[in-house]
């Protein structure tokens, strides 16, 4: 039987649609839901053309953000969610909706934590004057892209023009595989939190009939 997945999306949702394409329509996982705190965010007309349903939750809709929060686990778990992916979601889930969830949200970062958390990292690791960048998948804590790390991929080298276009382009082309793959080992159970160290992030290898 699928990992039921639910998505969170706030934009584009151009990961959302490399989930589509891939571990979704392969049958690996079953994209059950895709949620959005922005009405108008175009993800939710990809969750619409690939028949999945879509909810919204805008925070200015609720008393306040924990109340928001609290409809939006009660949506995700009334879908029966086992694993909470966010993709391009541009809001910090408050402590007792990660609480909640403990050890079932992953997010996907377009720096090489714990470089450049939080908002513009892209801008903020260009500005710095990295020479490596890369992408990160990890697991959700209550802190600001702080939970232990799945996998990171890194690109190099930087371009020295500082073309944010282009370092976005390869971000995302990252991106596009990177979140699949690790959709893919949580699937097949084949990541655990190290229970003599919760920084440290297990990935089993692959058996032989995998």
């Given at each position: ?196 160290n919760p920084r440290r992030v297990i990935v089993e290898e ?5």
């Amino acid at each position: 039987m699928s990992l039921r997945v639910g998505v969170l999306v706030s934009g584009e949702g151009s990961n959302l649609q490399a989930l589509i394409d891939t571990v979704h329509s392969e049958g690996v996982v079953e994209i059950v839901c895709v949620g959005s705190n922005n009405p108008e965010a175009h993800g939710l007309e990809r969750a619409r053309e690939a028949g999945i349903e879509r909810g919204v939750f805008a925070a200015s809709d609720y008393g306040s953000r924990e109340e928001r929060d609290a409809a939006l686990g009660d949506w995700l778990e009334q879908h029966g969610v086992e694993l909470v992916v966010l993709a391009g979601f541009m809001e910090l889930l408050r402590p007792q909706l990660v609480r909640r969830l403990a050890g079932r949200i992953i997010n996907i970062h377009p720096s090489l934590l714990p470089a450049f958390p939080g908002v513009h990292p892209i801008e903020e690791a260009l500005d710095y004057g990295v020479q490596v960048m890369g992408v990160t998948v990890h697991f959700v804590d209550e802190g600001v892209d702080s939970g232990p790390i799945i996998l990171q991929e890194a690109f190099d080298p930087v371009p020295y023009s500082r073309d944010i276009a282009a370092v976005e382009r390869r971000v995302h082309e990252i991106e596009h595989r990177l979140l699949p793959q690790a959709v893919r080992l949580v699937a097949a159970g084949r990541v655990r939190i190290d229970p003599a160290n919760p920084r440290r992030v297990i990935v089993e290898e692959a058996s032989d009939g995998d």
